[in-house]
């Protein structure tokens, strides 16, 4: 197995099946640490710097609260218009990247163009995190995901998995990547003009990912170990920002959305639900509190999951 110390991680597939577990046993060791709610000293000597050019709450702040967890360190930007990269010079990934590199000893970055985490990592010393490209990958977050569902299934191999929203989406592009060093079924539910691309499915083909679509979460549901959602109702992630004009958003069609009454009438008893969130209307909130919903816990994983990530490419845990 390849060492994650000064590793970028900017991509699911390029990650073997034994780095998965890797991470997730990591992640195990560490989680007493963010339970327990009492920080280690693990990385005090390190630095962290986030550099977001697009809005997040849970990727940011979960990378900066696992940083703070571990004893370390962070400085960084959430709002690019505040650099010189977001003002009149629009300064380069590699101008700003040869600067930040000197700031910290790990750099997580949001961006909106797919592939600016790789473009920086081409000129990085230290390693890069993909905090979210366009609509390119978000691999922190499906690594949340897969161990969400390690901790509460006990096992990956031999799970259903239903995806439910924007096919386009980063976190769908990560899901089915990490899918193909398991074995696990997944149904795909999208609106046709969210459907997966073709190159994409081309992708999954060759990487002998098991996949279906259907067009209505009901023909879908029945046999679902796993129900991960996310909306079909959202903003365009090519841009840095996109703000909602008043009250004009659509509403979530039946086909693409979680009910209380949908999970208790045609879902497993004992499925899990997961959404990265942040949500529209596509899990009513009168789902959270149902033996299904998971995506609490999800939240608390993912400060645990990146906490397990910044350790290794710091090498602070052999
Ligand atoms: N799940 C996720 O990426 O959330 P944020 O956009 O808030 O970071």
């Known amino acids: 197995m390849r060492s994650f110390m000064g590793r970028d991680i900017l991509s699911l597939k390029e990650f073997e099946r034994q780095e998965f577990f890797r991470v997730f046993e990591i992640a195990e060791r560490l989680e007493p640490i963010a339970r327990n709610r009492k920080n280690s000293d693990l990385l005090k000597d390190k630095t962290l710097v986030t550099a977001f050019y697009q809005p997040s709450t849970r990727t940011r702040l979960a990378h900066e609260a696992a940083m703070h967890r571990l004893g370390g360190h962070v400085t960084g930007f959430s709002d690019a218009k505040m650099t010189r990269a977001g003002d009149f010079y629009q300064e380069s990934i590699k101008d700003t990247v040869k600067m930040l590199e000197f700031y910290g000893d790990v750099i997580v970055m949001r961006h909106f163009q797919q592939g600016a985490p790789h473009e920086a990592a081409k000129w990085s010393s230290v390693p890069i995190i993909n905090g979210g490209d366009g609509w390119g990958e ?41 899918l193909s060093q398991f074995d696990c079924p997944i149904t795909f539910v999208a609106p046709p003009e969210m459907s997966l691309l073709p190159e994409y499915k081309a992708e999954l083909n060759q990487l002998s990912v098991n996949f279906r679509e259907a067009d209505h979460v009901e023909k879908a549901i029945a046999d679902a170990d796993v129900i991960l959602v996310e909306p079909v109702v959202q903003p365009d992630y090519t841009k840095s920002r996109d703000e909602r004009a008043g009250k004009d958003v659509g509403m979530t069609p039946a086909n693409y959305k979680i009910t209380r009454e949908l999970l208790a009438t045609k879902a497993k008893s004992d499925a899990i639900l997961l959404h990265s969130l942040p949500r529209m209307d596509e899990i009513p909130p009168d789902v959270d509190i149902t033996k299904w919903s998971r995506y609490w816990q999800e939240a608390f994983n993912g400060v645990v999951m990146r906490m397990a990530l910044l350790a290794l490419v710091l090498g602070a845990v052999e």
Do not use: F
């Open 138 to 178: 978000h691999p922190t977050q499906i690594l949340t995901d897969l161990y969400t569902v390690l901790r509460e299934k006990g096992r990956i191999d031999g799970l259903k998995w239903l995806a439910v929203g924007d096919m386009r989406m980063r976190t769908m592009h990560s899901l089915g990547y990490a």
